[in-house]
């Protein structure tokens, strides 16, 4: 089943823009972490919030985490066209670090 | 190795044949994780390892899907009397400690005719 809910399913922007995707979740977690995948290989890693953390930031990317409201969000800052990918949240369980991963935004940035 | 490592990385089969992935996990990295991912969806977990034991393999649909780890290092995935349904991208990823960065292989794609 799948635990993290991305929002929106698909986002178009232009080039230099801001893009934000938003991730929801149910069950408590140790940290959610960010994935880009591009045509349907191999997820690349983005960034990684522990459950005490707010906010955290590398490069373009900024990600913050309320965890009262169980929800997480992606802002890539001034996109560019190679930031075209799908983007999926994962939650990572206390316990047995199962990571589950949400069903993914698919952004296209236009050039 | 420098990253996770994953092979074939694509195999096709015919319906009801006996298929094995493998998955090399970056060195030193304890825990691993498979995941079966169709086209448009999100990935689906199956299996997490920690060590060379299965902590959790409440994701393998059906007794037809086994995985094991042996020595705590590669992984195979083994299905068997494939079907073609189970045709997808089947991704493998590994971690330092279960609560670090998984890293992922690119993956096999599985098409079973």
């Known amino acids: 089943s799948q635990q993290g809910e991305e929002d929106p399913q698909a986002l178009s922007i232009q080039e230099g823009e801001n893009a934000t995707m938003n991730c929801s979740y149910k069950?408590?977690?140790?940290?959610l972490q960010w994935y880009r995948q591009n045509s349907g290989r191999g997820l690349v890693h983005l960034i990684l919030?522990?459950?005490?953390?707010r906010e955290k930031h590398s490069g373009r990317l900024r990600v913050t985490l309320d965890t009262s409201k169980k929800s997480s969000s992606l802002l890539i800052t001034a996109s560019r066209a190679a930031d075209t990918a799908s983007y999926f949240c994962?939650?990572?369980?206390?316990?047995?670090?199962?990571?589950?991963f949400g069903q993914g935004t698919i952004l296209t940035v236009h050039p | 190795g420098a990253g996770v490592s994953q092979t074939p990385s694509n195999k096709v089969t015919e319906k009801g044949k006996y298929v094995e992935l493998r998955c090399d996990p970056i060195?030193?990295?304890?825990?691993l994780y498979w995941y079966r991912q169709s086209l448009g969806q999100g990935p689906e977990f199956l299996i997490y390892?920690?060590?060379?034991?299965?902590?959790?393999d409440s994701g393998l649909p059906n007794d037809r899907f086994f995985a094991v780890r042996p020595e705590g290092s590669v992984s195979t995935l083994k299905i068997q009397r494939t079907e073609r349904g189970d045709s997808a991208m089947y991704l493998c990823?590994?971690?330092?400690?279960?609560?670090?960065?998984?890293?992922f292989g690119q993956g096999t794609r599985l098409t079973v005719v």
């Open positions: 060195s030193g990295h304890t825990a």
């Open positions: 069950t408590s977690i140790n940290n």
């Open positions: 994962a939650t990572l369980e206390p316990i047995y670090g199962k990571l589950t």
């Open positions: 390892f920690q060590g060379t034991g299965a902590a959790d």
């Open positions: 990823a590994s971690s330092f400690r279960p609560n670090t960065e998984a890293f």
């Open positions: 919030i522990r459950s005490n953390e």
